[in-house]
T-cell receptor, first 118, second 112 residues
Framework: DAGVIQSPRHEVTEMGQEVTLRCKPI?????LFWYRQTMMRGLELLIY????????DSGMPEDRFSAKMPNASFSTLKIQPSEPRDSAVYFC????????????????FGSGTRLTVV | AQTVTQSQPEMSVQEAETVTLSCTYDTSESDYYLFWYKQPPSRQMILVIR??????QNATENRFSVNFQKAAKSFSLKISDSQLGDAAMYSC?????????FGKGTKLTVNP
């Protein structure tokens, strides 16, 4: 398995532009998570899906952020319009449901997308 | 609410020496797991070690071991015979039913 695949690896965009980050989870994993990492706040959970259904989006900072998972092999995180404070590394991770829950087996992370909004 | 605290933002160790990174957590769940992840400069998040809370025996993985104190809600990581490749950000995580809760990380520097 190629692991969790994220694209692009780097994205530089101008303030006000729309940004779309993409993620392909590991085949067979039924949980998908989007995280944002900054020096100040560390890793923050934005949203997660179970079987393509959003379960908890309480971490999505504003209405400018939206995430979709149209099928089990693809998810997007969109920021529209983007702002300089959105600059961060965005990680996607997936996991498989275990006997006691998916988080018990840890996540497999993608390589992240470094977003810079100028 | 679940919280994870790593009180050491940065640490350093001499090559071949031993270093211990601390982590404390707070959860109301009775059944959970604990993890240490490593993030080298390449940015990739790598699972280092995993501990099942219902097991009393401390997990070990080659040069990496944990000291799990359930009553104290403490989960420290010991790295023995430190190598230059161990230099990274180390983050402690606690997971229950679905989500993992993260500490802010400890940046480890290994000096030659």
């Amino acid at each position: 398995d190629a692991g969790v695949i994220q694209s692009p690896r780097h994205e530089v965009t101008e303030m006000g532009q729309e940004v779309t980050l993409r993620c392909k989870p590991i085949s067979g994993h039924d949980y998908l998570f989007w995280y944002r990492q900054t020096m100040m706040r560390g890793l923050e959970l934005l949203i997660y899906f179970n079987n393509n259904v959003p379960i908890d989006d309480s971490g999505m900072p504003e209405d400018r952020f939206s995430a979709k998972m149209p099928n089990a092999s693809f998810s997007t995180l969109k920021i529209q319009p983007s702002e300089p404070r959105d600059s961060a590394v965005y990680f996607c991770a997936s996991s498989a449901q275990g006997r006691r829950g998916s988080a018990n087996y840890g996540y497999t992370f993608g390589s992240g997308t470094r977003l810079t909004v100028v | 609410a679940q919280t994870v605290t790593q009180s050491q933002p940065e640490m350093s160790v001499q090559e071949a020496e031993t270093v211990t990174l601390s982590c404390t957590y707070d959860t109301s769940e009775s059944d959970y797991y604990l993890f240490w992840y490593k993030q080298p400069p390449s940015r990739q998040m790598i699972l280092v070690i995993r501990q099942e809370a219902y097991k009393q025996q401390n997990a070990t993985e080659n040069r990496f071991s944990v000291n799990f104190q359930k009553a104290a809600k403490s989960f420290s990581l010991k790295i023995s015979d430190s190598q230059l490749g161990d230099a990274a950000m180390y983050s402690c995580y606690q997971g229950g039913s679905e989500k993992l809760v993260f500490g802010k990380g400890t940046k480890l520097t290994v000096n030659p």
